[in-house]
């Protein structure tokens, strides 16, 4: 089992940035790859980005790459989305999720735990 907490969320003008933070308890948590979903009002929840548990690999959706940037901090239990130039279209809310494998994935199906979610909304 895997809890995954959620924050940094918040109010940003578009052009902005913010950083999410995502802590995880329970055990296996550096096998895990983790990744990073949203959903918009209106919309599905949506593929953002993922890690594997070493970092040596990430994947982006194609409407974030180059813009936002996910890491992960093994010794602190912590994976991170930091988000530059911010877009409204970026609007939503922001979960985190984790695997039970090491390996990267963008489907919402392979993710067994998800944490709460962070509203991100950003104005234009």
């Known amino acids: 089992q895997v809890k995954l907490v959620e924050s940094g969320g918040g109010l940003v003008q578009a052009g902005g940035s913010l950083r999410l933070s995502c802590a995880a308890s329970?055990?296996?948590?550096?096998?895990?790859?983790l990744g990073w979903f949203r959903q918009a009002p209106g919309k599905e929840r949506e593929f953002v980005a993922s890690i594997s548990f070493s970092s040596g690999t990430t994947v982006y959706a194609a409407s974030v790459k180059g813009r936002f940037t996910i890491s992960r901090d093994n010794a602190k239990n912590e994976v991170y989305l930091q988000m530059n130039s911010l877009k409204s279209e970026d609007t939503a809310v922001y979960y985190c999720a984790a695997r039970t494998t090491f390996l990267v994935n963008t489907k919402e199906s392979e993710y067994p735990f998800w944490g709460q979610g962070t509203q991100v909304t950003v104005s234009s």
């Open positions: 329970g055990r296996d948590f550096e096998s895990n790859a």
